[in-house]
C-alpha cells in the first residue's frame, strides 16, 4: 500500500500549521506538538529535517521556533516527503534503471511490468512535484448531487 509515514504526515501536519499563521510569527516544536498530539522528541527531529530541506526555517531565541522559508506555492508535495522519507520509490526497482546490470531485484532481467512501473512511478513524482503545499491548503470542494 502506498502511504505516507507518520514522519511525513507529522511534516505535513506541521507545514499546514505554519502556513496559517502570519509571515513574520514562528511555532515552537512543542507548541505544534502539543496542539497535533504529535510526539515532541520526532516532530523536533522532523523540522530539522524540514529546515535542511529548505522547507522551514529555524528562528533562534526566547521566542524562536519555526516558519515556513519559503511561500506554500513554492513548497512541493516531492521535496517534502524526500526530505522525510528519501526517494518515493513504488517498487525495489525503481533505484535502479531498467538497464542496469547492478540491481537487486533477481527478476528485473525477465519481469514484464518493469517498464510500466517506471512509467507510473515517474507520472507519481511528477504529480507530487505539482502539488504544493498551497494546494493542500485550499479547503475541500463538495460536488452537489
Not at 507548541?31 to 529535517?49: C, D, Q, T
Not at 519555526?66 to 511561500?71: D, E, F, H, M, N
Not at 516527503?81 to 537487486?104: F, M, N, S, Y
Request: with cysteine; charged share 25%.
Amino acid at each position: 500500500m502506498l502511504s505516507f509515514s507518520k514522519k511525513a504526515g507529522y511534516g505535513l501536519i506541521a507545514m499546514t500549521y505554519l502556513a496559517h499563521l502570519g509571515n513574520q510569527e514562528v511555532a515552537s516544536a512543542r507548541e505544534i506538538a502539543e496542539r497535533f498530539g504529535i510526539p515532541a522528541s520526532l516532530l523536533m527531529n522532523v523540522l530539522k529535517e524540514l529546515a535542511v530541506a529548505g522547507c522551514v526555517a529555524s528562528v533562534r531565541g526566547s521566542h524562536g521556533g519555526y516558519k515556513l522559508a519559503r511561500s506554500p506555492d513554492q513548497i512541493d508535495l516531492a521535496n517534502l516527503v524526500t526530505a522525510l522519507d528519501g526517494p518515493i520509490r513504488l517498487a525495489e526497482c525503481i533505484q535502479h534503471r531498467p538497464d542496469a546490470k547492478d540491481h537487486a531485484c533477481k527478476v528485473m532481467d525477465r519481469c514484464p511490468i518493469v517498464d510500466p512501473v517506471h512509467r507510473v512511478q515517474r507520472k507519481l513524482n511528477d504529480f507530487l512535484k505539482a502539488v504544493t503545499l498551497a494546494d493542500i491548503l485550499q479547503p475541500a470542494q463538495i460536488e452537489a448531487d
